[in-house]
């Protein structure tokens, strides 16, 4: 029972190009949102985030937009630099906070940049 | 200055035996958790505690055992390691109800 699904295992970009990372949802509860990235032998690092009430969040290179209707988010970066190499994670929470943290992961996406 | 830490980072244990990993955050957040990333590499969270309270408690066998001595740690023990224990551990925190958890380094975990 798979909540939070990135169909895409891996993901190659060129270096300046625009990197769109995908992340589906079935559970209609879950109200926000969570992207982390995660390098080889560390933990994962929060990126950005977005609440339900929201379609669009950015913070300099990342811009996350999500579409209720069709459960879905994305992340794009822009300019994609070498450095964002890395394995990037959606995550869910459930509405209003009572899940005090639950947070559910998709699988995971392998981004690499190519110079 | 690391802001949430774990130890140890790599653990090589038999079968049968009792293990602890331990978590630290300097963060002053109230709420901690414990992740397993298994073979297939989800993140699924164990347990969480919110101010030394367990507010968390995920299908685990019980062989696994949070304790939080104060709101800054939160180890995990295991008894009776088997092989399908081997993973990487992730300890995390969080402020409040609501917000990004930030993660330790990860112990991983090897069981033969």
């Known amino acids: 029972d798979q909540q939070v699904k990135q169909n895409s295992p891996s993901l190659s970009v060129q270096e300046g190009r625009i990197s769109i990372l995908n992340c589906d949802y079935t559970?209609?509860?879950?109200?926000?949102f969570l992207w982390y990235k995660k390098y080889p032998a560390e933990g994962p690092t929060f990126l950005i985030s977005?609440?339900?009430?929201?379609d669009k969040n950015e913070d300099g290179r990342f811009t996350v937009f999500l579409n209720k209707s069709a459960k879905h988010l994305s992340l794009h970066i822009v300019p994609s630099q070498p450095g964002d190499s890395a394995v990037y994670f959606c995550?869910?929470?459930?509405?209003?906070?009572?899940?005090?943290?639950?947070?559910?992961f998709g699988q995971g996406t392998i981004l690499t940049v190519h110079p | 200055d690391t802001a949430v830490s774990q130890t140890p980072k790599y653990l090589v244990t038999q079968m049968g035996n009792d293990k602890s990993i331990k978590c630290e955050q300097n963060l002053g957040h109230d709420t901690m958790y414990w992740y397993k990333q298994d073979s297939k590499k989800f993140l699924k969270i164990m347990f969480s505690?919110?101010?030394?309270?367990?507010?968390i408690n995920e299908t685990v066998p019980n062989r696994f055992s949070p304790k939080s001595p104060d709101k800054a740690h939160l180890n995990l023990h295991i008894n009776s390691l088997e092989l399908g224990d081997s993973a990487v551990y992730f300890c995390?925190?969080?402020?409040?109800?609501?917000?990004?958890?930030?993660f330790g380094p990860g112990t991983r975990l090897t069981v033969t």
């Open positions: 505690y919110n101010n030394k309270e367990l507010i």
């Open positions: 559970n209609s509860m879950f109200d926000y």
């Open positions: 995390a925190s969080r402020r409040a109800y609501r917000g990004e958890q930030y």
């Open positions: 977005i609440s339900s009430i929201k």
């Open positions: 995550a869910a929470d459930l509405a209003g906070g009572t899940s005090y943290g639950k947070l559910t």
